[in-house]
């Protein structure tokens, strides 16, 4: 395929509406700008018709429903044909569809079909990608027949690659928290950064080689340039090289820390918020909906409810006073802390129940001052839309949820 002409159009890949914009009106979007799934789908195909030797991306959830196709879209059609073209994605993606654990649903009396359905769906899918060209990489499948691996195929929620990123050639990275599907374009609040310059040609340069020879332990502080360094979970459970950071930073902060979460926060990480919060610093976290699927009692999403109601059950024991804000229509999917000057932004939920399943995940600590400016814009924009805070009461089980 070609490079675009003025004939070409990109989508935003919209559920119920797909817009499209001529790419001779669209300007890509400038280094440090935060972008929301479907800008970021849009970008990253501007950027990507312009490839001149390789794009990439790397994320733990990819569906073959309309947002999974353009994005994949982008990998078949939008990208010149000597280009090369590489996918990673975890095996969750094979294992898991709309929230359904194929091992687990196909058992089920009257769910087989329906399951083996969307299982080739997802491998017609993935050949797609193939026959453009494209290398697909399936990351952690279980490859035994032992106990830990046939629990691993019921429930894949335990040592997952959880990291997400893409790339251009060595000018352009994108630091994500997004998945590929319709339920985190339309229902999640996502946070995507793009990076152009030397800083990208580094973050390349590091994630790649993160991809191709995974370390077997954590690594911190990986040196991007003065103001950006990367951290990196390998996958032990029980051990976050990420969250330390991100404890660290609370603990030393001195005028304000901002957190985004999926997960309310709990073990240190709260504590040490919460003890930032009674020497005055200004503490805010904001957290999404959790809603439970009651007609499907074994959806995935219920297990995240389940484990949200454990954390709010723990906090109210603790009795935690900073200010929490819920989202009240959405997932929060954005993995973020702001704190004074710096950010931490990337894949880890800052939660210590992902640290405990052994996922892999990828994160950005910077201070440059356009990124953190326009995260911070960010955090008050979802701030407007979440409930007003409350203290102590959003952690109070007798609440609504």
Known sequence: MGRFSSRHFYTTGLMHERSVIPDLLYHPEPSGAVLNQHEFARDFAFEASK???????DVMLWEADQQGQTMADIFRNHVPAD????????WYSEAVFQGKSYALYSKIP?????M????????????SLEKAGTRVTVLNKPQGNGIKDTIIRFFPLFGREHIKGSWVDDRVFYIQTANYSDDN????IDTNVKVTGPAAKKLIEVFKSLKENPPQEDQAGIKISEDMHVYYDAGIPGKSAILDKAIGLVQNAKKKVSVCSYFLPDGE???ELETAYKRGVLVEVITGIQPLELGDPLNVENIF?????LLEISSSLHKYSFPLYVDPYRHMHSK???ADREALIGSHNLNKQGVRAGTEEFQVLTANPAIVSNLERKFRDLKTVATMPQLLSVFDISQPS
């Open 185 to 188: 374009a339309e229902r999640y």
């Open 51 to 57: 490839a001149r030797f390789e794009i990439g991306t």
């Open 336 to 338: 973020l802390l702001i």
């Open 116 to 127: 083996d359905e969307l299982a080739q769906r997802h491998r017609d899918f993935t050949s």
């Open 110 to 114: 009257g769910m087989k079909a329906s």
């Open 305 to 309: 409810w389940v484990i949200n109601k």
């Open 83 to 90: 280009v090369r073209k590489l996918v990673f994605y975890d």
């Open 269 to 271: 990480f709260a504590r």
